[in-house]
């Protein structure tokens, strides 16, 4: 069964760095999306991407937050300086135009 | 902005038992997903509802959207070990929100014991 793979799997990472998020989506999908999950709570909504651009994107996506779509088959999500606050799992999802969203495993993300 | 309400937050059950949990909000949602997480996992869709009434079954787990497109509820029945995760409700606001952005509840955590 197609699934979305999410790479790493764990990043441990100092604040203030750079860090680079990576995830296949399903290979037939052409909408792609971030959403991240803080410890505990809910998972929430950041930045949706369809045709090479941001759809839309929540409060959370500010300007340290990019995504790309590099090559025909990697979307990746990119934070320019990290503070504490942005330790989460990171999950990737792609759909093929509707609600259901394909999720991957995740990034847990931690910001040191 | 849209807020799903979730309840319960956590359930207890014996095997072979029922189990029912609801979302609930106070805006309209054009689409109601029910979503099964296992830990170290995303999210792993389980019921999409896209009609107010509408009534849905997986094998054992039965969801359905509220008449008012403002609640839902998803049902386990005769649940088993493997039941054991959290279960999230999301929706799909009305109003133009585009279709992969999805409010989550907080999550139900189930645990099941033999």
């Known amino acids: 069964e197609p699934e979305v793979t999410q790479t790493p799997s764990h990043q441990v990472t100092q604040m203030g760095q750079e860090v680079i998020l990576r995830c296949v989506p399903i290979s037939n999908h052409l909408y792609f999306y971030w959403y991240r999950q803080i410890l505990g709570q809910k998972v929430e909504f950041l930045v949706s991407f369809y045709n090479n651009e941001i759809s839309e994107k929540s409060e959370i996506f500010d300007d340290q937050f990019s995504v790309e779509r590099p090559d025909g088959s990697n979307f990746t999500l990119k934070i320019r300086s990290t503070k504490l606050e942005d330790s989460a799992m990171y999950f990737c999802?792609?759909?093929?135009?509707?609600?259901?969203?394909?999720f991957g495993s995740g990034t847990q993300l931690s910001v040191l | 902005g849209q807020q799903l309400n979730q309840s319960p937050q956590s359930m207890f059950i014996q095997e072979g038992e029922d189990v029912s949990m609801n979302c609930t909000s106070s805006s309209i949602f054009n689409t109601w997903l029910w979503y099964k997480q296992d830990p170290g996992e995303g999210p792993v869709l389980l019921i999409a509802l896209y009609k107010a009434g509408e009534l849905t079954s997986n094998g054992r787990l039965t969801a359905q959207f509220g008449i008012t497109r403002k609640d839902s509820f998803l049902n386990i029945s005769a649940s088993i070990p493997s039941d054991v995760g959290i279960y999230f409700c999301a929706g799909r606001g009305a109003g133009g929100t585009s279709y992969g952005k999805l409010t989550f509840g907080q999550g139900t955590i189930l645990t099941v014991h033999p």
């Open positions: 999802a792609s759909s093929d135009g509707n609600e259901k969203l394909f």
